[in-house]
């Protein structure tokens, strides 16, 4: 099976206050991206790979990619991520692949057998995210007052990997105009279910500098696997 990654790593993260985008920024070593491509690169699931990324930082990222093996091109971004991700799936159409994978460019510490659990099932389904149970009391706010507690049993905090049938996604964000934050949702807006995949806390999304610390922690620690 023809199977693609495209990573969204288009955003500047000014939330990071470190200057460049938080991608770039330095984790055991090598750029935050430079992690996540090397650890997919060595997964080898998959056929080609697409980076998305900011505008002016193209050839910084070639640079990047140029010591993986995996054939991978890099694109410029567009305005936000559903742009981005829109754009590495138009780079694809003539590769013409059954399933591409969306995975964030700054969650570097994903482990393989999340990867192929992920792969599995949205063969099997057609779409599927992984995804870690919520832990804590979940609370609805609105205008600073407490008014709901869901069940949390059935609030889970969504991550990626989140695999598709390439068709399906693609068509998605075409005809989808509804304002959603992944991919998952995007989907699920075009009536198709999306199945769920435990995840890990390990699997974190770099956003803030205790993100970071907290990366550089696990991987001196051999915590992912």
């Known amino acids: 099976m023809n199977r693609v990654l495209v990573i969204p790593a288009g955003g500047y993260g000014r939330r990071m206050g470190a200057g460049i985008p938080k991608q770039f920024l330095s984790l055991d070593g090598k750029t935050v991206l ?13 056929d080609r790979i697409v980076v998305v990324v900011p505008k002016d930082h193209t050839a910084r990222t070639e640079s990047i990619t140029a010591q993986i093996s995996t054939p991978t091109i890099v694109i410029e971004g567009g305005k936000n991520r559903r ?10 159409e003539d590769f013409a692949p059954q399933l591409v994978v969306i995975h964030d460019g700054v969650r570097p510490l994903i482990p393989k057998r999340m990867v192929t659990a992920v792969i599995q099932a949205a063969q099997e389904s057609g779409a599927a995210t992984v995804a870690v149970s919520a832990v804590d009391t979940i609370g609805v706010v609105k ?42 949702g995007l989907v699920l807006a075009a009536g198709h279910d999306v199945a769920i995949v435990d995840g890990f806390q390990g699997n974190i999304k770099i956003t803030a ?13 051999g915590y992912v696997q």
Not at 34 to 46: I, K, P
Not at 209 to 221: C, G, I, Q, V
């Open 34 to 46: 430079g992690v996540t491509l090397e650890r997919f690169d060595s997964f080898d699931l998959f």
């Open 209 to 221: 500098p205790s993100d970071l610390m907290l990366a550089e922690l696990f991987l001196k620690n």
């Open 83 to 92: 742009e981005s991700v829109f754009k590495g799936l138009l780079t694809l």
């Open 143 to 184: 205008e600073n007052q407490l008014i709901s507690q869901p069940d949390r049993k059935t609030m889970y905090h969504i991550q990626t990997p989140q695999a598709f049938r390439y068709s399906l996604l693609l068509e998605a964000h075409r005809t989808i105009k509804k304002r959603v934050t992944d991919d998952a």
